[in-house]
C-alpha cells in the first residue's frame, strides 16, 4: 500500500505544479480531508483546509502564481502515511511584498500525509520560506 500511496502523492504534486484545479484535484482528496499549514512567513497563523476550501484556493493560485516547481528531496512511506520533502518554487504573477512579479518566491516544505481508501486524508505542510 505504501508505494501506491507514494504514487499518488508523486501524482499529487506533478498536478499541484500543473495548476490543477477542480474535479481532476478533488480526485486526489477523501471528502472528508483536513489540510493544515502551520504557521510560516507568509500565513503567519497558519490555516487549516477543507476540500471546498483547498478547491478554492487552487483556483486562487491561479491568479498569484504564474508557476510552481516541487523538486522532491525525499520521501518516506509506510501504511497510510507518506512523508515528502521538497524544495517549492513559485514564480509571482503579482507582487507579493517585497517581490515583483515574475520573481520567484522559495520554500524548503515537509508535507505529511495520511491516507483512506488511496485518498488523502490529512496533510501537514510546515513550509520555511526564504527571506521576501
Partial sequence: MSTSNLDTTL?????????????????????????????NALTTKGQTRDLKKLLADSERAKGLLSS??????????????????????????IPVRTLPAGAQMRAACGMFLTFKDGRILTQNNYDC???F
Fill in 68 to 93: 510552481q516547481r516541487y523538486a522532491v528531496r525525499s520521501t518516506f512511506a509506510q501504511g497510510d502515511t507518506v512523508a515528502v520533502e521538497v524544495d517549492w518554487t513559485g514564480t509571482l504573477a
Fill in 129 to 131: 520560506f526564504e527571506p
Fill in 11 to 39: 501524482r499529487y504534486l506533478k498536478a499541484l505544479e500543473d495548476m490543477t484545479t477542480g474535479e481532476a484535484l478533488a480526485a486526489f482528496f477523501h471528502p472528508d480531508v483536513v489540510q493544515r499549514e502551520y504557521p
